[in-house]
């Protein structure tokens, strides 16, 4: 840590802000299927599928041709996906469309979007000053 960064000196431990903490927190596993969800989505060939997902409905094909991938490479990001129940799919003859699974992935999705959108906007110096 440089020597600006905050630092608690004190070897206090807060005994009942740890217990009331403790009792709020998910169970070990859970954690750890909240590490894996964001693993999934960690990846950018993946984020980009949700984020084609999130305008509409898509098939492989359209989704390879949108992102300049390979039909097998798409296929593959997709399985991934449907096995973490991130997306969902539906067949209508030979075509097999995919969506995201529910809202929460898109609100997860849009909630991660605007966070890095502020975060741009507020590293931006302001214009008049420049």
């Known amino acids: 840590m440089g020597k ?34 964001f693993k ?3 990846d950018s060939t993946r984020a980009k599928i949700i984020s084609a997902l999130d305008a509409g409905e898509m ?5 390879a041709a949108l992102l300049g991938m390979t039909k097998s490479a798409i296929s593959h990001q997709l399985g991934l996906l ?31 979007i605007e966070h890095i959108r502020e975060r741009a906007d507020s590293a931006e110096p302001d214009k008049e000053e420049a």
Do not use: W
């Not at 802000?17 to 009792?23: G, H």
């Not at 969506?99 to 991660?112: P, T």
């Open 4 to 37: 600006n960064d905050p630092a608690c000196d004190c070897d206090v431990i807060h005994t009942d802000m740890v217990e009331s903490v403790r009792a709020k927190m998910p169970d070990e596993s859970e954690l750890y299927e909240l590490s894996d969800f």
């Open 40 to 42: 999934v989505l960690g």
């Open 59 to 63: 098939c492989v094909c359209d989704l």
């Open 82 to 112: 449907r096995r973490n129940n991130l997306v969902k799919n539906r067949r209508e003859g030979r075509v097999v469309f995919y969506s995201l699974s529910d809202d929460h992935i898109r609100q997860i999705y849009e909630m991660g």
